[in-house]
């Protein structure tokens, strides 16, 4: 079956400094790879969406200055959440494309002091 | 304005009993329509899904049905069980370029009393 794992469960970080989440897919390729923000209200965010070879294509009110992706094989990618603030709190998903279907991992939820 | 909606936000049914949640949707062009179960503290798993070129989906205890022509889907979950409290979300999408993006709902939170 397609797993996706996700790299840090859980992390704390003091306001302004950097944490970096990790997302891997187990038992097959994903074909491109989807980084969401769940909110509190879980809502879902779309951050980025990042193709192998392509450019990282960003969604609206996100930028690669703020959340810069690495996509460097078919099963894996990590996001970095710089100099976070409350704002950047919630649940931070990675869905992995394969066949035509998203595949999520756990999450990786941030909370910032 | 959101292209894909739920109903109802929140629904509780008896154990045993058939949970029906909605789903409606704005863009004529998607063509596919997922359903994800999420449980808390977990992301969500893709439950069931369905294209446009079918009008009904089932699979096990969960069915969606599908009608084009209102842009409606319904997902049934018969014989539900206390397992299946979670929230699902309701996602769509289409073929090209902007369009590729997975659209979710809001959710619908199940809660089934035993």
């Known amino acids: 079956g397609a797993l996706v794992y996700q790299y840090p469960r859980r992390t704390i970080c003091k306001s302004g400094t950097s944490m970096r989440m990790e997302c891997q897919a187990v038992g097959f390729q994903a074909t491109s790879v989807a980084w969401y923000r769940q909110s509190p209200q879980k809502t879902f965010e779309l951050i980025a969406l990042?193709?192998?070879?392509?450019?990282?294509?960003?969604e609206q009110n996100f930028t690669q200055e703020k959340f810069p992706i690495s996509h460097p094989n078919l099963s894996f990618s990590s996001m970095t959440v710089l100099n976070a603030y409350l704002e950047d709190r919630g649940l931070y998903l990675c869905g992995a494309r394969w066949q035509n279907t998203l595949y999520f991992g756990a999450g990786t939820r941030l909370s910032v002091l | 304005q959101q292209q894909v909606r739920q109903s109802p936000q929140s629904l509780t049914v008896w154990e045993g009993e058939t949970a029906i949640l909605n789903c409606s949707y704005e863009?004529?062009?998607?063509?596919?329509f997922p359903w994800y179960q999420q449980f808390p503290g977990e992301g969500p798993a893709l439950l069931i899904s369905?294209?446009?070129v079918s009008d009904k989906k089932e699979d096990g205890r969960f069915t969606i049905f599908f009608n084009k022509r209102e842009k409606k889907l319904s997902l049934h979950i018969t014989d539900s069980q206390p397992g299946d409290s979670a929230t699902y979300f309701c996602?769509?999408?289409?073929?090209?370029?902007?369009?590729?993006?997975?659209?979710w709902g809001l959710g619908t939170s199940l809660v089934v009393n035993p």
């Open positions: 369905i294209s446009s």
């Open positions: 990042s193709t192998v070879n392509s450019a990282i294509k960003y």
């Open positions: 996602a769509a999408r289409g073929n090209v370029g902007d369009n590729s993006k997975l659209i």
């Open positions: 863009d004529s062009t998607f063509n596919y």
